[in-house]
């Protein structure tokens, strides 16, 4: 696709081959004119001469006015003729134009004594259509010329009577008609040119991607032989990719696991679990949703790894974990907080639903024994929900906190409400 600077070279070189174009046509167009003007002018002449208006007394008489004005409008065209075939400047084919109309002003003034337009329409609309030109020029030139006719008219006579003024409207039709076909004459012209200019660049354009393209192709035949050569090797490396692929996202899927999830109990760590709560308490506030939150501590669990060893306090801490995963709902969320320390997030749940759910959980956990040494095990916990006036999730956490050591200072293995 051509760029703005190609397609305004294109412009410009369609532009001066239009004005060679122009030049040349007017050239034959006004050599073809000027013979039949001439034609014209030499029998005008000859019935003066015939009829006695031409006098050779050095003075010009009334009746000689078209005899004067006709030996002008030959002398142009004498001009025109002479200038052959040949192209010539803008201004040069311009001037001549403006000579004829000069001349064809005279002799409408001429007509204009006897209310008629004959000369004007037989010169200015031949004028108008065969003269190739812009339209500001044609505006110019034969405006010119039309005002310089009303001038003359109105220096002859100048009473204006209802005739006149009839003879004015006929001329300023004819003036407007002229320039009128003048005008679309020259723009279908000018479509005709732009039409063939651009057939002939996309021939030009056309016979070049032609030779590129056969250029190409051969190219393309030298690189499909080497591309078959390669395909093979592509076919291994991409077999051995995509196992290295799926080997890559089976790691990846692990890290990720590993990343938000606790190592020793499986669920989730403080980082998961944060971003969980950030993104429920967000949708509780926008659609008005109840959020419940436990806080769940394990009572005595120092003892248990002062007394049997950190090892089995490891597996008192997974056991606890799966039966805690086990008992809530698949929507609620489970994160360790730290050491003994849990959290439950319970979207789309009251205080009173919420505090049931964890203490059968407390019932059920008091009731099991845990660990391969079967020990007793309880835990403390704190509930609370969203309240209208917290901004922070980390209040909802706080109170939750905080009614759980109410349930330590207590007596320990209880649920309290905050």
């Not at 073809?32 to 007394?57: C, E, K, M, P, W």
């Not at 030298?222 to 692929?245: D, H, I, K, W």
């Not at 997974?318 to 320390?341: C, K, N, Q, T």
């Amino acid at each position: 696709m051509q760029s703005f600077p190609q397609r305004a070279a294109v412009a410009m070189d369609c532009l001066d081959e239009f004005e060679a174009y122009r030049a040349v046509q007017n050239a034959r167009r006004r050599w073809i004119y000027s013979l039949l003007v001439l034609a014209l002018v030499a029998l005008y002449q000859g019935v003066y001469f015939l009829t006695n208006r031409v006098h050779f007394d050095g003075e010009i008489a009334t009746d000689e006015y078209y005899p004067v004005a006709f030996t002008w409008l030959g002398l142009v065209a004498l001009l025109g003729a002479l200038a052959g075939t040949r192209a010539r400047p803008r201004w040069a084919n311009d001037t001549w134009i403006a000579l004829l109309l000069s001349a064809m002003a005279a002799l409408a003034v001429l007509d204009g004594m006897g209310l008629q337009v004959t000369a004007y329409v037989l010169i200015a609309v031949p004028a108008a259509t065969l003269h190739s030109t812009s339209p500001r020029r044609a505006i110019l030139l034969h405006g010119a010329a039309t005002l310089a006719v009303v001038v003359g008219v109105l220096q002859l006579a100048p009473q204006v009577d209802i005739a006149r003024m009839v003879w004015f409207v006929t001329l300023g039709v004819c003036f407007v008609s002229a320039l009128y076909v003048g005008v679309y004459v020259e723009k279908a012209r000018r479509d005709e040119f732009r039409a063939r200019h651009a057939l002939a660049v996309a021939n030009a354009e056309l016979e070049q991607h032609s030779r590129l393209l056969a250029h190409s192709n051969t190219q393309l035949e030298a690189g499909n032989q080497a591309l078959a050569e390669r395909s093979e090797e592509l076919a291994r490396a991409n077999t051995e990719l995509l196992a290295r692929g799926r080997a890559l996202e089976e790691a990846n899927r692990r890290l990720e696991q590993l990343a938000m999830t606790d190592p020793l109990t499986g669920v989730a760590n403080r980082r998961l679990f944060f971003e969980m709560l950030d993104r429920e308490f967000s949708r509780a506030r926008r659609y008005g949703h109840p959020l419940a939150v436990a806080v769940l501590d394990l009572d005595d669990f120092g003892l248990i790894n002062k007394q049997h060893g950190m090892i089995v306090g490891d597996e008192v801490l997974g056991r606890f974990a799966l039966v805690l995963s086990d008992h809530v709902r698949s929507a609620d969320i489970v994160g360790r907080y730290g050491g003994e320390e849990f959290v439950v997030l319970m979207p789309d749940s009251g205080l009173h639903a919420a505090e049931q759910l964890i203490e059968r959980l407390r019932e059920r956990v008091a009731a099991t024994p845990f660990g391969s040494r079967a020990l007793p095990l309880s835990f403390s916990a704190g509930v609370t929900v969203l309240l209208a006036e917290d901004s922070d999730p980390l209040e909802v956490i706080k109170r939750g906190d905080e009614a759980m050591r109410r349930a330590k200072h207590a007596g320990k293995n209880r649920v309290l409400c905050a």
